[in-house]
């Protein structure tokens, strides 16, 4: 069973900093890109950051030069360090993996069960 669980979430003031964690487990062969979105209320998912098994990244407009993404991939895992947190990105934040499987081939994107982010005074 192939499992990403985050952790991480939670009240923040704007100005603050928070970090998101997100492990992959289960029969993994190998990870390629991971990657955290959020969602709003009323809104639709968006992509935060990406990171590639390389390192390379990629950011919404909106968060960069605030948020970093980055992964160990000897621990699956892979963070969301966010800074000067603002009330706009309060949303739930999920986390997802392509993986290469050790039982099946080809690739399969997974999603965590989302973690909630709330920055407000």
């Known amino acids: 069973q192939v499992q990403l669980v985050e952790s991480g979430g939670g009240l923040v003031q704007p100005g603050g900093s928070l970090r998101l964690s997100c492990v992959a487990s289960g029969s993994i062969f190998s990870i390629n890109t991971m990657g955290w979105y959020r969602q709003a209320p009323g809104k639709q998912r968006e992509l935060v950051a990406s990171?590639?098994?390389?390192?390379?990244?990629n950011y919404a407009d909106s968060v960069k030069g605030r948020f970093t993404i980055s992964r160990d991939n000897a621990k699956n895992t892979v963070y969301l360090q966010m800074n000067s947190l603002k009330p706009e990105d309060t949303a739930v934040y999920y986390c997802n993996a392509d993986l290469v499987l050790r039982t099946s081939s080809g690739t399969f994107r997974y999603w965590g069960q989302g973690t909630l982010v709330t920055v407000s005074s």
């Open positions: 990171i590639t098994s390389g390192g390379r990244t």
